[in-house]
Each structure stands twice: as structure tokens, then as C-alpha cells.
């Protein structure tokens, strides 16, 4: 099937598009490209006539923290019939990003099987990725299924592990950033307060049923937030559930993200994404060289934020790579 | 002859128990088999459950599917117990149960079996296993997150230790432990460490702050707590093993428990030799295994097994039939009654060999057991301790690939005339009719339609209820009797936990496995992986899945750590999956290839339908089948669909990944290279 027909099947919602669509654009053969560009051409605000309707969420955290049982309850909720209470009938797909070392090459992605879901059930759609290269980085392949799939899906969550430059990244492609820390995580609280981290749109503590650590660790959270003056209307929310049954805060932080979002400029904020993306991406194929011919990183910026807003990634990277070869 | 200096022993030693760890198909059929087998002189009961009974499912469940009645008898209510047991005599019966997650309620359906016979549950004798940390490191029958299972067990001890005081509620195992690849020093501390966790647990359950009555009763809770080990063929060490848990175990009981008692700090246990080391290739030679295997059990008198049981010389061809377990429980037979073991005072006392092999051993086993109390004790080290084990058999089949470790008939002398053994048209293994599923989903259906519908729905009521109570002198054995009383199925009686307790998946161990040492071998597959990736576009991807109930997994674990090491990516979902779950996964992952593990004997039903399920949903990734499948079977997996099959006797994982990779090739038009 070409990328162009892909594309139309993403664009008219036909979900089952989504397993042929992360095989393209995880592909580095050639004509592979080719088809992949075709395929975000379909999908680009051009051809939707404005931004992909889904919501792309990342959620990223340390191991251990509670992340696959927490990412079950949030896919509970979500994908529950309308009729059920506090279900939302929302079509999902999760991008799990697994940070196992590349030693060999070769890695071991077992996670998607913590996640409980109905295999029956066509609305959910899981894939496991492998990190790109650089510490808590996204390959290219995420961050351009991210951006396509949120024309058919109603949900993108992309789940990345570690805290510090996992968040960073996922920023860069995601509407909403959810950090998740489980109680006493004293060393996530010192890095907001010594601006290490920029802040996420949304703080969970996981694990609530401890009680009073978890209170006191949202409480601490709350207060180092305050001193940075981030703590108010509109910026970060920080909230406890509890994942085991019986849940508690899944459905506050439903609607927490779903706040975030509609308080966003989701134009603005997937512009920004597409720009860093098409950096990501023309500096990960020229390298500095390729850099240096643009006349360095800043000039490179400022180029892209001459184009036409309703570009797509690859037509950004295009615009750089004809801007590289004029140049040079 | 006697004299003031003879060596002997004044009276001959008794012989221990002598067991076979049988069931299969149906209550009634495993009952005449358990007759049988005593009629033979066998001298006390070891129940195989099948897997649906073992993980809380009725043989109407989607998962039971496949495996009803074939590793082991389902028991499903407490009519299936009583059929189970009619005719054997409750009072005088010592009967083992290798039964796990959900040994609460099987204990309780035997107790209410035991009513009916007439006999009170204090004059019951036996054990159940129920030793849940081992099932989360080796062998995958768990039901409930870790804490929860922990309170069942503690319930448990608290309430035999009362109520049926001859009973044995809990045997740590070291056994899977060792099956799982782990080294003497290993299944040592990991099993000392988790009888601490147990220990710790029943002690929170016998009252605090301890009052003298508790610090009684736990005497007797130590007292209770047997074990289960294994005995490998390296049987000098493997004797050392044992005395070294001896000696580890009474220290255990003085210094951390306070027990005084001489009695309550004997170290108790049975023992099944090993089965890892069987072979598929020259199954005869099986037969000397076992032997010298059962020497390490009994051969010094300190250190001697109580009950013993043999696996079958073919069991790494399928499962055995009467015949074969016959003649396991003649080995045991000759060694108590025709040679002089159970002559002798220990025949290793003031041996300066076996001293040294034992401070060895106890040197290392402290060591290793400080770093699992580092993490916070056995519950918490299961993610260590598993990663460990994934190590230790990296390493054991490193050794055997490369001839370091000597397998007769297999990586050495492996010429051979053909065997008689295996010549009939069965190829010498018991085959499990396959009506019978059919048969028992029809029997549960009718048991839930004779039934008083209301005293069920009660009783599970109070099941829950006592689950959800923070009150530690509920115990939930009462109303798990209860429950076993009214007529409830196993499946009810689990579902009720689960949703109290939630459901539970296992850490697999394989992510946090050390990468191989690259081999040359292994550097050539990376290779030929890279060509194949630049080809493909992508990096080839496979999902090893294990369908079904079947919870061993370490052969599924190395296929999967090995083909990372060569450079694919792997998708690895560990153990009881759906045919649904799996072809789930292979479509939204986009795997090339999919490598499917049973060990269960559920192939026959499994792999077609996990076919099935793969081709609805559009994959057509090519699917490689690895475990314990009968020469006769291949072609029928093969008619199915199958690219492969993998057996015991393909032990080069390296070659089978080799061959897997070279699959993918074939399958998309990548040339061979030259």
C-alpha cells in the first residue's frame, strides 16, 4: 500500500491504517522516505485543513514508578463506553518507548504487555519503539507517528522512561506533558527547584494508597512549584491517583489533561513541534556540516519561521536541505 | 557380628516416602492411577493439578483452553476432590499437592473431601506447596500481586498450625529454582531468603507486639515449614547442598526466630530430582541420571530426603505414562530395599571433602543471601533474583553450546543405533484424549446448574469481604471452607480475589539479562542482522509469546535474550497469553517473525489457533514453535502452518536464532548472503 493511501485512510479515521503507517515511517530505505513523506503530506494541516483533532499526551517518568498499571487505568477511562460512567469512548494509541541499551543493536521492548487492554477491541492501538540514539531521545519514526496518528485517533500518548531530558523531548512533540514521580521523590523535587527541569503541564504522584507520603510528596511538589512561581491558573497541576483497584484521581486527571488542552494553543504549540522536529530531523541527517550551510542552528530557526504554517515536517526539512544546497 | 565398633546402625534406617507426582485427564481416571500406583507399594500421594486448577481457572475459560487434564488433573469443586480421593482413606493417607497460588482453596476442598469421609481435618497429613515467590521466579503459576499472595500463605500457616496440626502448609522450593538455571550457591539463598519472607509473614499474622503464647506457636510454625529441592547429577555437591541447608536453617530458626525446640529445627524436605538436565536426544541414558541423582538425596544419613519422587526417563519428550513412572518408583524401591544405604550412620560425618564443599557453599549462600536482604528481602528482590536466574542459565547454556559442559548423547558421544523406546506408534509418551476438555467444561456446567445458587453467591460474598478487611485475625481460610462447602468452583473462588487484589504480571527478567559475550558465532549473526536490517528498512523485530497456561518460560527467555544479543528487536510478552492477545501484538508491533514456546502439551490445540487468530487478523509473518513437542506432532504443526519446530534436543540457541533470522531473509526475498 503507498504512504499517500495510508495517509487518506489516517485522514478519513480508518484506524486500522496505524500498524502499516509506524512500518513505513520507522523504515530507512529509500523508497520508504519517499512514501512516508507522502503519507505526513496526507495528514498535514494543509491537507486536514488545520491541526491533526487528537490529543498527543506524553507521559514520561523513572522505572518503577507505576507507569504501565497507571497508563491501564487512564486507557480504562478513556476508552470506556459513554454510557459507563466517567467513559469517554475515545479511540487511544500509545507509542512506547523503550529505553533498553543498544549494545548489540538489538533490544528488548516487553512492556506493552503490562498494559491490560481487550486485544478485540479495534479502538486501542500499542506499539513499542526502541529510543533513537541519544539519551531519552524519540526516534524519528515516533515523533512523525505522533503527528500522524492524531488525525484518526482521538488520544496519542507517547510514553517515555527517565526524568530531566526524556520530558524535554516529548515537549517537543506533545500538546500535554505529564510527568509521573511516585511519593518521597525527593530528587525530582530538587531538580524543580534548582530549574534543572522545566516543569510539566501535569505532576502525578502515583501510588496514592501509601497515604501520607503521598500526600506530603503532592504537598512538597505544590509548595517547590509555588516558590518558582509556576503554581497557578493555567500552569501546573499536580494531582495523586492511585492505579490499584479500587483507582482514585484517574478521572481528576482525565480531565486535568483534558483542561490543559483546551486552555492550549494547539496551533501554536504543534507549529513549535514541527519546527524542532524538522531541526531534529535535517540535523540528524547533515549532521553539523549540514548545520554550519544553513548558516548555524538560529538562522536555521528563523528560516522556518518564515514558512507557511501549514507545512508539514518533511516540507520544513525540504526547505532547509534546498536552503543548505543554495548556500552552499 | 554386631559389636562395641560396628559401623552399621543398630536397626535399619525406615525408607523415606516414596511418591509419584501423577494426574491427568479426570478425577476419576487420576483416582484409579493413584490406586494403582499404591497397590505398587508407593507409599504416599503427589498430585499433579492441571494448569487451569493451578492459576485459578474453570475448564470453561478461554485460557484453560488446551489445557485441561494434560499436565496434571483439573479439580474443579469439591466433587471433582472427593471423586479424586474415593476409596483412599483420608486418615492414614500422607498426600503432597504441587498446587500454588491457589493451594488455599485446594487445601480447603480436601479438608471438606476429608468431612464427608468422615475424617476431621486434624487428622490430616500432607503438603501443599504453596510457595508463591518461586512461581513469580521459575515457574509462572501465580494468580495475585506478591503482597496479597504473601496473606494467603500466612493465613494458611496460621490456620494449620491450629486446626490441622499434621499438616505441612507451605514447602519452599528450591527446586524450580535450579530448573530455572540457578547455581547450588543460588538455589540455596534465594530459598533460605524466601523461607525468611514467609516466616516474617506468619509471624505479623501470629499476633504483636509477640506474646509468649505466639513465640509458642512460632516453634511450631517453624516447625512446620518443609522444603522442596532439587538434586542435579553433579550429586557429590549437591549432597553438600543439602547439609549446607541444614545447617543454614537451624541457625535461621535460633538466631532470627527465637525456636529452641531440637525438633522444630530439623530441616524436613522432599525432593524430585532434576529435570533440566534430561535429555531428549538418548533418552535412555535419563535412566542413570535419575539414579545417581537419587544418591545426592539419600546417601548420608544427616542430610536424607523425607519423601522422594523420580521424574520419568521420557519426560523431555512428553508426559510419561504409568509404565514409566513405574519404573522411577523401582529405582527408589531398589535403593531402600536392595542396597545398604539405610545401613549406615552418615557415611560423610568427618569427611574433610564434604566439610569443605559445605563451607563453601555456605560462604557463598550467605553472601548472596546479604544482597537479597539489601533489597529489601525476598518479596522485593523477585526482579533481582530473576534477572540472576536469566544469567545463570545464559551461562549453563553457554557452557553446553560450546562442549564445556558435557551432556552425554547430546553434545558428546551422540552417535547411537535406534532406540526401541521410542519405536511404537505413541513414541513412548501418554497422550491426553483430547474429548476430555470437552467432557469437563460439560461437567462444570452441570455442577454450577445442580447447585443452591444462593449459598454460593453468600459465601463468595464473605470471600470478598474478609479479602478486603485490614483485620489480621481474619483469616481468609474460613471462608475459602466456606466457599469449598457450598459448592463453589475454583475459577469463582479466584475471580472473587482477583478483583479484590487485582490482577498480576511477573517481572520477565530478560530486559535487565547481561548481553552474551560476543562469540564469533554470534558477531557473524549480528552481522548477516545488520544486512537484513539495511534490506528490510527496518530492524528485523520478532514476538516470542507464550500462549496458554504453560508458566515455564526459561526457554522462551533465552530465545528472546539471544536474538536481542544477534541484534533484533524483541517484542517479549512472558507467559499466558490469548491466541487474541498474541495476534494483537504481532500486527500493531509489525513483527517480522513470531516464535511461540509450550511446554504444556496444549500445542496441539494452541498453535492452530494461534495461527488462525494471526491470519484473521492479517498477519503474515512466518511462526516458529519451540518446547516440548513429540516427533509425531512436528508434521501436524507443520500442516498448520508452522516454518519450524524446536525441541529439547536443538540446545544451540545461537543456531535456532541463526535459523530464524534466515527466515525472515526467505520470507522477504533477501537474497542469502554469500
Known amino acids: ?328 | 557380628m554386631s559389636s562395641e565398633h560396628s559401623p552399621r546402625l543398630p536397626e535399619r534406617d525406615r525408607p523415606w516416602m516414596m511418591r509419584t507426582y501423577a494426574g491427568h485427564s479426570t478425577a476419576k481416571a487420576s483416582n484409579e492411577l493413584y490406586r494403582r500406583n499404591l497397590a505398587k507399594g508407593q507409599t504416599g500421594l503427589s498430585i499433579a493439578f492441571d494448569l487451569p486448577t493451578q492459576t485459578g481457572h474453570d475448564p470453561d475459560d478461554e485460557l484453560a483452553r488446551g489445557e485441561v487434564g494434560k499436565v496434571g488433573v483439573p479439580v474443579c469443586h469439591r466433587g471433582d476432590m472427593e471423586a479424586l480421593m474415593e476409596g483412599i482413606p483420608l486418615n492414614e493417607m500422607n498426600t503432597s499437592m504441587t498446587i500454588n497460588a491457589t493451594a488455599a482453596w485446594l487445601l480447603a476442598l480436601y479438608i471438606v473431601a476429608a468431612e464427608e469421609q468422615g475424617v476431621g481435618q486434624e487428622m490430616l497429613q500432607g503438603t501443599t506447596q504453596n510457595d508463591i515467590l518461586k512461581e513469580f521466579l521459575a515457574r509462572g503459576t501465580y494468580a495475585f500481586p506478591p503482597a496479597p499472595s504473601m496473606r494467603l500463605i500466612a493465613d494458611m500457616i496460621a490456620y494449620t498450625v491450629e486446626h490441622v496440626p499434621k499438616w505441612n502448609p507451605i514447602n519452599i522450593c528450591s527446586y524450580h529454582l535450579q530448573e530455572a538455571g540457578a547455581t547450588p550457591v543460588q538455589e540455596i539463598a534465594y530459598a533460605m531468603s524466601n523461607a525468611i519472607a514467609v516466616l516474617d509473614a506468619a509471624r505479623g499474622r501470629l499476633g504483636s507486639p509477640p506474646t509468649p503464647r505466639a513465640q509458642e506457636l512460632m516453634g511450631d510454625v517453624f516447625g512446620r515449614i518443609s522444603f522442596f529441592v532439587n538434586a542435579g547429577v553433579r550429586f557429590v555437591e549437591e549432597h553438600a547442598k543439602l547439609r549446607a541447608m541444614g545447617i543454614l536453617w537451624e541457625q535461621l530458626g535460633r538466631e532470627r526466630y527465637g525456636v529452641q525446640d531440637e525438633r522444630h529445627l530439623r530441616f524436613r524436605y522432599g525432593v524430585q530430582v532434576n529435570s533440566l538436565g534430561l535429555t531428549e536426544a538418548q533418552p535412555e541414558n535419563n535412566v542413570q541420571r535419575i539414579v545417581l541423582e537419587s544418591l545426592a538425596v539419600t546417601l548420608g544419613r544427616d542430610a536424607r530426603a523425607r519423601a522422594i519422587q523420580l521424574p520419568a526417563w521420557n519426560e523431555a519428550l512428553g508426559l510419561p505414562r504409568p509404565w514409566d513412572q513405574q519404573w522411577s518408583l523401582r529405582i527408589q524401591q531398589v535403593l531402600a530395599y536392595e542396597t545398604d544405604v539405610l545401613e549406615y550412620p552418615d557415611i560423610f560425618e568427618g569427611s574433610k571433602v564434604m566439610d569443605g564443599l559445605v563451607a563453601e557453599l555456605l560462604d557463598g549462600a550467605r553472601a548472596e543471601m546479604a544482597v537479597v536482604a539489601e533489597h529489601g528481602g525476598a518479596v522485593e528482590a523477585v526482579g533481582y533474583m530473576k534477572a540472576a536466574l536469566v544469567d545463570s542459565h545464559r551461562e549453563r547454556i553457554h557452557r553446553i553450546e560450546s562442549g564445556e559442559q558435557v551432556v552425554v548423547g547430546q553434545n558428546r558421544f551422540t552417535e547411537s543405533e535406534a532406540s526401541p523406546l521410542t519405536a511404537g506408534a505413541e513414541g513412548g509418551i501418554l497422550i491426553v484424549d483430547p474429548a476430555v476438555e470437552a467432557e469437563q467444561i460439560e461437567a462444570v456446567r452441570a455442577w454450577r446448574a445442580a447447585r443452591e445458587e444462593a449459598a454460593v453467591d453468600g459465601a463468595l460474598e464473605e470471600l470478598a469481604r474478609v479479602a478486603r478487611s485490614e483485620d489480621s485475625s481474619e483469616n481468609l481460610m474460613v471462608p475459602t471452607i466456606a466457599a469449598a462447602r457450598a459448592g463453589a468452583t475454583t475459577g469463582e473462588w479466584a475471580r472473587t480475589l482477583r478483583e479484590v487484589f487485582g490482577g498480576y504480571r511477573a517481572p520477565t527478567g530478560v530486559g535487565e539479562a547481561t548481553p552474551s559475550g560476543a562469540d564469533e558465532e554470534l558477531s557473524e549473526l549480528r552481522e548477516e542482522v545488520a544486512r537484513l536490517q539495511e534490506k528490510l528498512g527496518r530492524r528485523p523485530k520478532i514476538l516470542v509469546g507464550k500462549p496458554g497456561l504453560d508458566g515455564h518460560s526459561n526457554g522462551a527467555e533465552q530465545i528472546a535474550v539471544r536474538a536481542r544479543d544477534a541484534g533484533m528487536d524483541v517484542i517479549y510478552e512472558g507467559i499466558r497469553l490469548t491466541p487474541a492477545q498474541i495476534a494483537a501484538s504481532a500486527l500493531q508491533e509489525g513483527v517480522h517473525v513470531i516464535g511461540l514456546s509450550i511446554l504444556s502439551g496444549s500445542h496441539r490445540e494452541l498453535i492452530p489457533a494461534v495461527i488462525d487468530a494471526l491470519r484473521k487478523a492479517g498477519v503474515t509473518a512466518p511462526v516458529v514453535v519451540g518446547g516440548i513437542i513429540p516427533e509425531q506432532d512436528v508434521a501436524l504443526l507443520k500442516q498448520a502452518g508452522v516454518a519450524a519446530v524446536y525441541t529439547p534436543k536443538d540446545f544451540d540457541i545461537t543456531r535456532i536464532v541463526r535459523d530464524i533470522v534466515a527466515l525472515v531473509a526467505e520470507r522477504n526475498s533477501v537474497p542469502a548472503s554469500v
Not at chain 1, 88 to 96: F, K
Not at chain 1, 105 to 111: A, E, P, R, T
Not at chain 1, 185 to 190: E, F, M, R, T, Y
Not at chain 1, 213 to 220: E, G, V
Open chain 1, 1 to 328: 500500500m503507498s504512504g499517500a493511501e495510508l495517509g487518506t485512510r489516517l485522514r478519513e479515521g480508518d484506524l486500522s491504517a496505524a500498524p502499516a503507517t509506524l512500518n513505513l515511517l520507522e523504515s530507512t530505505a529509500p523508497a520508504d522516505r519517499e512514501q512516508a513523506k507522502a503519507l505526513l503530506g496526507e495528514v498535514s494541516p494543509a491537507s486536514l485543513g488545520g491541526e491533526a483533532p487528537g490529543h498527543i499526551i506524553g507521559v514520561t517518568g523513572p522505572p518503577g514508578v507505576g507507569k504501565s498499571t497507571l497508563l491501564s487505568a487512564l486507557l480504562r477511562a478513556w476508552r470506556g463506553t459513554a454510557h459507563e460512567v466517567g467513559g469517554q469512548g475515545r479511540t487511544v494509541a500509545m507509542l512506547a518507548v523503550d529505553p533498553s541499551s543498544r549494545r548489540s543493536g538489538g533490544s528488548l521492548l516487553g512492556d506493552r504487555v503490562r498494559i491490560e487492554f481487550d486485544p478485540a477491541d479495534s479502538g486501542v492501538f500499542i506499539r513499542s519503539t526502541a529510543a533513537g540514539e541519544r539519551l531519552g531521545g524519540l526516534a524519528r519514526g515516533t515523533r512523525a507517528a505522533a503527528q500522524a496518528l492524531a488525525a484518526a485517533f482521538d488520544v496519542v500518548v507517547i510514553e517515555t522512561v527517565g526524568v530531566g531530558q526524556a520530558e524535554t523531548e516529548v515537549a517537543d512533540v506533545a500538546d500535554t506533558v505529564a510527568v509521573v514521580v511516585q511519593p518521597g521523590s525527593g530528587d525530582v523535587l530538587q531538580f524543580y527547584k534548582a530549574g534543572i527541569m522545566e516543569t510539566p503541564d501535569v505532576l502525578v504522584v502515583t501510588k496514592a494508597d501509601l497515604g501520607q507520603i503521598a500526600l506530603r510528596t503532592r504537598r512538597d511538589l505544590n509548595a517547590a512549584l509555588r516558590s518558582l512561581g509556576v503554581n497557578g491558573p493555567g500552569s501546573t497541576r499536580v494531582l495523586a491517583v492511585s492505579s490499584l483497584p479500587p483507582a482514585q484521581g484517574i478521572e481528576e486527571l482525565v480531565a486535568a489533561l483534558e483542561e490543559h488542552r483546551e486552555g492550549l494553543d494547539v496551533a501554536g504549540r504543534r507549529l513549535k513541534a514541527r519546527r524542532a522536529g524538522a531541526l531534529l530531523d535535517f540535523a540528524s541527517e547533515n549532521g553539523e556540516r549540514g548545520m554550519r550551510a544553513v548558516g548555524g542552528r538560529r538562522a536555521a530557526e528563523r528560516l522556518l519561521e518564515e514558512q507557511d504554517p501549514t507545512l508539514d515536517t518533511a516540507a520544513l526539512v525540504a526547505v532547509l536541505e534546498q536552503n543548505a544546497s543554495e548556500r552552499g
